[in-house]
C-alpha cells in the first residue's frame, strides 16, 4: 500500500509541478536546454541531501555502494537512469513543451501513459515479470487513450487563406450592372446571352 501511495504522490508532483514549468517555458525567456540544467541543478544538492540522509542517518542504502557495484551495474545506471531517463526523457518532454502546439494537457499524458506501457512489456520480455491478463488490458487502455489525444487533430485554415471567388461572390470589379447579367452567368448560359434583349439590334429608322 505505502508503495501504491509513493506511486500517487510521484504522479501529483510531476503533474503540479510541470504545469509551472510549462508556465515558465511559454514566457520565453528560457529554452528547453536551459530548463533542462536548471531541473538537473536544483535536483543535485536535494537529491546529495536524501543521499546521505538515507545512507547515514536511515542506514537504507548500501554502505560502499560506488566500491561493491559491477561494471554492468554501472552501465545500467549511467545508460538508463542517467542518459535515458534523467537526460533524454527530460529533453524531449521539455522540447515539445517548447514547441507549437505542445500543449501540457496534450504532451503529459502521451509522454507519461507511454512510460508504463513500455515498463509493462519491457518488464515482461527483459526482466521476466509476469504478464496477466490485467496488465494486457491495461496497455491497451493505455494505447487506445493515447490514440483519443492524438487523433481527429484537424489543421485550421489560416484566416484569410482562402481568397473569395469573384465569379460566384461577386468582387469589386465584377459586380453586374442592373439588368444584365454577370460573367458567371454569361458563361454558364450561352444560349440567354443570344437572344439577350441587350443584344438585338434594332432596326434603323429612314
Not at 56 to 66: A, D, F, G, R
Not at 155 to 182: D, E, I, L, V, Y
Request: proline content about 8%.
Amino acid at each position: 500500500m505505502f508503495a501504491i501511495l509513493c506511486a500517487i504522490l510521484a504522479g501529483l508532483c510531476w503533474g503540479v509541478g510541470e504545469i509551472f514549468t510549462k508556465g515558465a517555458i511559454n514566457t520565453k525567456e528560457i529554452g528547453p536546454m536551459g530548463t533542462v540544467f536548471f531541473r538537473a541543478a536544483v535536483t543535485l544538492p536535494l537529491a546529495l541531501a536524501a543521499f546521505l540522509v538515507a545512507h547515514s542517518v536511515v542506514k537504507s542504502e548500501p554502505q560502499v555502494w560506488w566500491r561493491d557495484m559491477s561494471g554492468s551495474t554501472w552501465a545500467k545506471l549511467i545508460f538508463g537512469s542517467g542518459i535515458l531517463a534523467g537526460f533524454a526523457g527530460v529533453f524531449f518532454f521539455y522540447l515539445g513543451l517548447a514547441q507549437p502546439g505542445g500543449d501540457i494537457s496534450l504532451l503529459r499524458p502521451i509522454a507519461f501513459a507511454l512510460a508504463p506501457a513500455t515498463a509493462v512489456i519491457l518488464g515482461w520480455l527483459v526482466l521476466k515479470e509476469e504478464m496477466t491478463a490485467r496488465k494486457i488490458a491495461a496497455v491497451v487502455l493505455i494505447v487506445s487513450g493515447i490514440v483519443l489525444l492524438t487523433g481527429g487533430r484537424k489543421a485550421h485554415a489560416a484566416p484569410g487563406r482562402s481568397a473569395p471567388n469573384s465569379a460566384k461572390t461577386g468582387a469589386p470589379g465584377t459586380q453586374p450592372s442592373p439588368g444584365r447579367p454577370g460573367p458567371g452567368a454569361i458563361g454558364e448560359s450561352a444560349s440567354f446571352s443570344a437572344w439577350a434583349p441587350d443584344r438585338v439590334p434594332l432596326p434603323v429608322l429612314i
